[in-house]
Nanobody, 122 residues
Framework: DVQLVESGGGSVQAGGSLRLSCAAS????????MGWFRQAPGKEREGVAA???????SYADSVKGRITISQDSAKNILYLQMHSLKAEDTAMYYC????????????????WGQGTQVTVSS
């Protein structure tokens, strides 16, 4: 079974940085594109960043220039490096696998982790 386990969330002050990790197992990592999504209370889940097996990336406009998605295919780990965090970045962050391309649409992904909470205080 596909398993995705996120880690690295926490509480930071505005302007701070965090790096999220997602450990993938149970499948051939390069079989799927990967994405990071987030969901704030009362809001829909939204795409943050995605990456395909060749390293091509997509980013939501709201995070461009502040957030970088990367992966270590040898270790089956997906990363999300976040800088200059803002209060509006506060959300549960989810790792997902399954798209055929670096899509930011939730409907393109089959497999989801349990999430890791990011809280940014202003």
């Amino acid at each position: 079974d596909v398993q995705l386990v996120e880690s690295g969330g926490g509480s930071v002050q505005a302007g701070g940085s965090l790096r999220l990790s997602c450990a993938a197992s149970g499948y051939t990592y390069s079989s799927y594109c990967m994405g990071w999504f987030r969901q704030a209370p009362g809001k829909e889940r939204e795409g943050v960043a995605a990456i395909d097996s060749d390293g091509s990336t997509s980013y939501a406009d709201s995070v461009k220039g502040r957030i970088t998605i990367s992966q270590d295919s040898a270790k089956n780990i997906l990363y999300l490096q976040m800088h200059s965090l803002k209060a509006e970045d506060t959300a549960m962050y989810y790792c997902a696998a399954g798209s055929d391309w670096a899509s930011l649409a939730t409907t393109e992904y089959e497999h989801w982790g349990q999430g890791t909470q990011v809280t940014v205080s202003s």
